[in-house]
């Protein structure tokens, strides 16, 4: 709807499955939890991460629904 | 439809009986118009958030509740409080920016990564089992995001 709507979005999910079916042109696909959707509370450098491969979808030439599976991890207890 | 889909689909049917996902066929595409440097950006969340004078999202309304809250630009992590009820809430309390990314996207915009951001952010609620009535809501958050000149619509869950 908001890109019906003349916007250009970008979501990140970590329920890849799901979202797919709504079929959104650029999703960013993470195996993060609820709560910790851009990483732990704090991780600047993870957050910008995210985000800046959202910025790189945006500016993809697309034209069908684009899923990019990113590689992070959430650290646990200060390690991987 | 793949089985991990099925299972899940199953997972959340035995809890929920009535749950509708919806399935779209196609996908709208709107590229952006120009180039990163020149846009304005919205966050748009489903994790519930609104500010604590507005009303709460009502987490019993059969169905789900479909409506949206407004986070205006200046908004103060101390001002936002958390409804959503399927997700612990004591990493946003920390930061703000786990779910809703307003920080960082401010110091896009001082680096001048992007133009700006929008005067308003929306927060919608997860956890919607019957989200026909979302179609209308997001139809009118995409035209009020347009009317305030905003061009990337970045979506995060809760």
Do not use: W
């Not at chain 2, 099925?6 to 997972?11: E, M, Q, V």
């Not at chain 2, 407004?70 to 908004?75: A, D, H, R």
């Amino acid at each position: 709807m908001l890109e019906e709507s003349g916007l250009s979005t970008v979501c990140v999910t970590f329920r890849k499955d799901i979202i797919e079916l709504t079929r959104p042109p650029r999703i960013l696909s993470l195996k993060f939890s609820p709560g910790k959707s851009l990483g732990n509370p704090g991780d600047k450098k993870m957050q910008r991460d995210i985000i800046e491969a959202g910025f790189d979808l945006l500016q993809r030439n697309i034209n069908d629904m684009t899923t990019v599976d990113l590689p992070f991890r959430l650290k646990k207890f200060g390690i991987f | 439809m793949h089985t991990s889909l099925k299972i899940t689909l199953a997972l959340i049917r035995r809890k929920y009986p009535d749950f509708k996902y919806m399935v779209f066929n196609d996908t709208p595409v709107t590229p952006l118009s120009k180039p990163l440097s020149e846009c304005k950006l919205a966050l748009v969340t489903t994790g519930g958030l609104h500010l604590k004078k507005d009303t709460p999202f009502d987490t019993k309304f059969k169905g789900g509740d479909c409506s949206y809250r407004i986070l205006p630009n200046n908004v103060k992590h101390e001002d936002i409080i958390v409804t959503h009820e399927s997700y612990d809430h004591k990493f946003i309390n920390e930061d703000l920016n786990c779910v809703l990314p307003v920080d960082r996207m401010r110091e896009y915009v001082q680096e001048g990564k992007i133009k700006s951001l929008s005067e308003e952010h929306y927060s919608f609620m997860g956890h919607i089992s019957a989200p026909a009535p979302l179609l209308d809501n997001s139809r009118t958050a995409g035209k009020r995001l347009k009317e305030l000149g905003v061009d990337i619509a970045f979506l995060t869950p809760g």
